[in-house]
Structures are given as C-alpha cells and as structure tokens.
C-alpha cells in the first residue's frame, strides 16, 4: 500500500493515543511522496473530500430564507444568529457571518461567504461541530475573511471542525482546543498588514488534537499551523496539543511549536506529518518548524518527513 491510510477506526484511535501523549506509527506498507500536488491521492483532504458536497442543494440566505429553527437573520449586521441549543443547519448558502451562540449545534453541508471579520464565530459555546462546510471570503483581497472560524472568546469547549473547505482567509481557524481534522485550509486572502495562520491556536493548556489537514499558506509568512500564545512569555504555558499526520506547505516556518518568547511547553507532539514545498524549499520560506522545545516534559517531534522524498525532517 503506497498512499497513507484515509480516516478509520484504528487511525482514530492511533489519533486518541497521541492525544494523551502515547505512540502510533504510520501503517503504511511503503511512504508516498509528492502528495502535495494532489492531497487526496494520498488520502490526504482537499476539494474532492472536504466542503459541501457536489450536487448538495442550497438555499440561500438572506435571499430564499431568513430564518429557521433555532436561527434568525438580522439584516443589520448580516449576521445569522443562532441562540438554541441543539440547533441543526444544513443546506444553507449563507451571506454574511454564521454567530453561534448556543451549545450542542451543528452545522452541516452549509456555505458561509464573508468578507468581514468572522465566517463563523463561536461565543461561550460547548459541543459545536462544524463538519463539510465551505467558509470563504469574498475574494483573496479586500474581501477576504479575517477569521473563517474562530472561537472569539477563548472559552469554548468540545468543538469538532472537519471536513471543511476553507480559503480567502487571513486566519482559518481559530481555536485553542477540541478536534481540527481532515479540513482543506488553502489559498489565503490577503490585505497588506496581514499575519496569514492556517491554524492559530494562542496557547492555552486544554486538549487539542489537529489532525489529518491539509494546510497550505502559499504566502512567505506567517504560518500553516502556530501554537504560540498571544503574548508569549513564561507566564503563558502551552501544553497538551498534538498535531498529527497533516500535510502542511509554506508560511515563514510552517509551524510554530508553542515555545516563542520562552513560553514553558509540555505534552507537545507532533508526530507523522509531511512537510510540502509547494512554496519554499524548506515548507516555509525560512525552515519547516521553530519554537518547538525538545526538552519540555512529553513533548515529541518523530516520523516527520519531506512529501518530496519521504526523508525525515528533524527537530528544530
């Protein structure tokens, strides 16, 4: 078997394992190499696997629908806001921002189109799961998204994101725990000034799991995923994130590992992932990960390689 493993079972619970700082090793048979120019060859996601799915009907709001149960749109501040708890969306092409503000929602096979601050924003919310959904700016300049997912707060707990298509965006997602995986986050929008993030996750200490994504920043900054704290410092501990099996490409370093400005790191792993050079020969413009502190209690970086030759890239 020359392509790696697509989500099961026994990935998942391999996953689970890393999660809690065990160990699972890749089951391939044989390592594939140039995934990048076609993700899902690999079994790695792109737009064949992720988004709303073709032939999926839409209704569009604010211009068919506005309103549902558990949701209303507000004209003023094109915004859908949702307020109940349990609500369900699906089949919606949305214009404007997706609020949630209310726990156990789902949001399914919807569109969110925005050119503002949020596509979707999470307010004090428990057991959100975003799933094969398709969150875009408006174009890649001045209308790209600033945040295609974020959880405003920080405070957020149990959110699942997969399986969605995201691109026009100066961050894709933002979260600082829960499970990201098997999402397409690629071509940023972008306005001068901006920093571009695939993942940005501002530290923090809870649980979070970001796997089997692909996520490619073809810009010479900032990053594909970055797990260091707003306002980094020995003060502000990072711990307990693994980041596993993604292919990743571009940013200034791909990854940035938690440990900026001497923030204390534990339980940091980052393990099986495969570093593209779509854009730079070394993933980022200036290597492929920095900040990552070998030395930290239970972190581990291992089975990392190059997509173009299955060769090990090794710790920063």
């Known amino acids: 078997m020359t392509a790696r493993n697509t989500l099961g ?5 391999a996953a689970s394992a890393l999660a809690v700082g065990g160990t699972a090793g890749r089951a391939d048979a044989a390592v594939a190499t140039n995934c990048a120019a076609k993700p899902s060859s690999c079994g790695y996601p792109d737009a064949t696997n992720t988004g709303v799915p073709a032939g999926t009907a839409l209704k569009a709001v ?7 149960p558990g ?8 915004t859908v806001t949702v307020t109940a708890k349990g609500t369900v969306l699906s089949g919606l092409a949305i214009t404007g921002t997706l609020q949630i503000s209310a ?40 209308g790209r998204v600033s945040y295609a997912i974020d959880d405003v707060y920080g405070d957020s707990t149990g959110m699942i994101i997969k399986a969605n298509n995201i691109s026009s965006f100066r961050t894709a997602v933002q979260v600082s725990t829960g499970q990201v995986d098997s999402n397409y986050i690629h071509n940023p929008g972008y306005v001068a000034g901006d920093h571009t993030n695939g993942i ?11 796997w089997n994504n692909t996520i490619f920043d073809s810009m010479g900054q900032t990053d594909a995923i970055n797990l260091d704290a707003g ?14 099996d993604n292919l990743l490409a571009g940013g200034a370093y791909t990854l940035y590992g938690g440990a900026a400005g001497g923030s204390p790191t534990s339980n940091i792993v980052i393990q099986d992932n495969r570093f593209g050079q779509l854009y730079y020969p070394k993933s980022g413009l200036y290597g492929p990960a920095y900040y990552f502190d070998a030395a930290g209690t239970g972190n581990k970086w291992s089975m990392n390689i190059w997509d173009t030759t299955g060769q090990t890239v090794p710790a920063p």
């Open 231 to 244: 306002t980094p410092g020995p003060s502000a501990p990072v711990a307990s994130k693994t980041i596993s």
């Open 200 to 210: 940005y996750v501002n530290g923090g200490t809870q649980p979070l799991m970001i």
């Open 103 to 142: 726990s156990s929602v789902t949001v399914k096979n919807v569109q969110v189109t925005s050119g503002g601050n949020f596509g979707i924003s999470l307010a004090h919310t428990t057991g959100v799961t975003i799933q094969n959904s398709t969150i875009s700016g408006q174009n890649s300049t001045t």
């Open 62 to 68: 604010p211009g068919q629908l506005t309103s549902g």
């Open 9 to 13: 079972v026994a990935a998942l619970a």
């Open 71 to 78: 949701w209303t749109w507000n004209a003023s501040t094109g």
